[in-house]
């Protein structure tokens, strides 16, 4: 069998992948049953220092595999998400922790969670952290002088000076995870005329299978441009989408939209899968095909 494990910003991954931030990791059990099935490390939604409000209903299926969610972050008090992440102390894979959005709630959320739960990793989230460069600069900045364990930026595939931003960011952050959700998108029933997520107009954030040829394409463009990790998210469905990714450089992946259709057991079959995929075509190592599209360019 072909060998999975890397080292990331110091820390041990037994194999690339992993939840990304989603209702599919909102609760300890959740967390821990992606853990047992095979996941190379955790990670859990994203919370901030005020619940979210979502209106109904915050998900629905949509073209080609895809899903529309108008969800924000846990509708729940940090107090009890923090309750849920402390019955992780036993768990044998690195803990990645998702937080939001300003820098005052960056750097309350980052040091209550590194002197009571103590994290591998923190990621702080992009997606409601106003329109520019500098706003976004001013949270990395804030995260950082705060933790001393590795710092995470995710990033959102509709900013439109992505490229400028991560150029900023490197010197700050330890890697970038790319990409979230995109959005608005829209899609409803034309018979009903009318929204079927209960947003104001049934606008939404478009994942899942529709978003990977975009979250790759990304993806390869910030690996020519920066040298700090790059955590591939988007549409991964089979150990093969995975690959994709590696090759265009990312060093992990992240999967949300397959684990909420099958359960936590996507992560160990993405991950096997990926293994077969090596095998058959005469790779001894994940790392002989990181960046391998790229290099190539």
């Known amino acids: 069998m072909a060998e999975l494990h890397s080292i990331i910003n110091g820390i041990n991954f037994k194999n690339p992948v992993m ?98 739960i103590k994290p591998d990793v923190i990621e702080f989230s992009t997606h409601y952290t106003g329109h520019g460069i500098g ?3 001013e949270v990395a900045e804030s995260l950082k002088s705060t933790v001393s364990v590795p710092v995470w930026m995710k990033v959102s595939p509709g900013f439109p000076l992505l490229e400028e931003l991560v150029k900023e960011a490197e010197p700050i952050v330890d890697a970038f995870v790319a990409v979230n959700s995109f959005g608005p998108a829209l899609d409803f029933d034309p018979v009903k005329c009318r929204p079927s997520l209960g947003s104001a107009w049934g606008q939404g954030w478009l994942s899942g299978p529709p978003l990977m040829p975009i979250a790759l394409g990304i993806v390869c463009s910030l690996s020519r441009i920066v040298r700090k990790p790059i955590i591939g998210v988007g549409g991964i469905t089979t150990g093969e989408d995975a690959v994709k990714f590696i090759m265009a450089g990312a060093s992990l992946v992240q999967v949300c939209t397959a684990a909420i259709k099958e359960g936590p057991s996507a992560y160990g079959r993405i991950a096997g899968e990926i293994n077969s995929w090596l095998d058959e075509n005469g790779f001894a190592d994940i790392g002989e095909i990181k960046g391998k599209y790229t290099i190539n360019l």
Do not use: H
């Open 135 to 137: 706003p976004l600069i």
């Open 19 to 116: 939840p990304a931030a989603g209702p599919n990791v909102k609760t300890a059990a959740l967390m821990l049953s992606a853990a047992e099935l095979g996941a190379g490390a955790v990670v859990s939604k994203t919370f901030s220092t005020v619940p979210a409000s979502d209106p109904r209903p915050t998900i629905k299926k949509t073209v080609a595999g895809g899903l529309l969610n108008c969800e924000t972050w846990l509708e729940d008090s940090y107090e009890n998400f923090f309750d849920e992440l402390r019955q992780l102390s036993a768990l044998d894979v690195p803990l990645i922790v998702s937080i939001g959005y300003s820098p005052e709630d960056v750097k309350l959320l980052g040091r209550l969670l590194e002197e009571e």
